[in-house]
């Protein structure tokens, strides 16, 4: 009895492991290895200061009379995954920030580039330009993050990028 029960364990244990054998091949079970390589950003050139046209709205919600808007024209995707974009932010009396701003669904990073001095038209770099993680309070970045990055996935390309924007816009 016990012989038996014996070649019955050993004939199941060589059942098992010939059948992993064979699921190794059919599947590539390495799929979710993550990737040990350090991620690089590509390099990016400023766009132009903006004028006052060609700016899509962002809808941001509780926005207490404040104004959020892209410029259509900046929006750019760089081979490494961040989409870059003109922000313009404008207060209830009408005041305006500028800025260049960088964002990365994949790795839910933002990063500043440089703001507007609007009065002479040019950027001024920023000075503590390091991507940080998302804020989960902050307002625009959410915004922008549930409008653009599709479960972690950037748009295809500049015009992707602009349609999403366009199609979440708020009424006028």
């Known amino acids: 009895m016990k012989k038996l029960l014996v070649l019955a364990c050993l004939a199941t244990l060589c ?17 979710n290895v ?3 390589t350090p991620w690089e950003e590509s390099s990016y050139d ?7 046209d060609g700016f899509i709205g962002l809808d941001v919600p509780l926005a ?38 960088g964002l990365h669904c994949a790795r839910k990073h933002v990063r500043s580039y440089a703001f507007g001095d609007t009065v002479n038209k040019r950027w ?3 000075m ?10 902050d307002k625009v970045k959410v915004t922008l993050r549930d409008t653009v990055c599709d479960i972690g996935v950037p748009p295809r390309d500049a015009e992707d990028f602009a349609m999403r924007l366009k199609k979440a816009a708020p009424r006028q």
Do not use: C
């Not at 400023?46 to 006052?52: D, K």
């Not at 503590?128 to 309070?137: A, E, G, T, V």
């Open 34 to 36: 993550p990737d040990d």
């Open 128 to 137: 503590n330009s390091q991507w940080r993680d998302w804020n989960p309070f």
């Open 64 to 101: 207490a009379g404040y104004r959020y808007q892209l410029e259509e024209k900046s929006l750019s995707i760089t081979p490494d995954g961040v989409l870059h974009y003109v922000l313009k932010v404008t207060s209830p009396k009408g005041a305006e920030n500028i800025s260049v701003e």
């Open 46 to 52: 400023m766009p132009a200061f903006p004028g006052n």
């Open 15 to 31: 059942a098992t492991a010939q059948a992993q054998q064979d699921y190794k091949r059919r599947f590539n079970t390495n799929a």
């Open 124 to 126: 001024i770099l920023s």
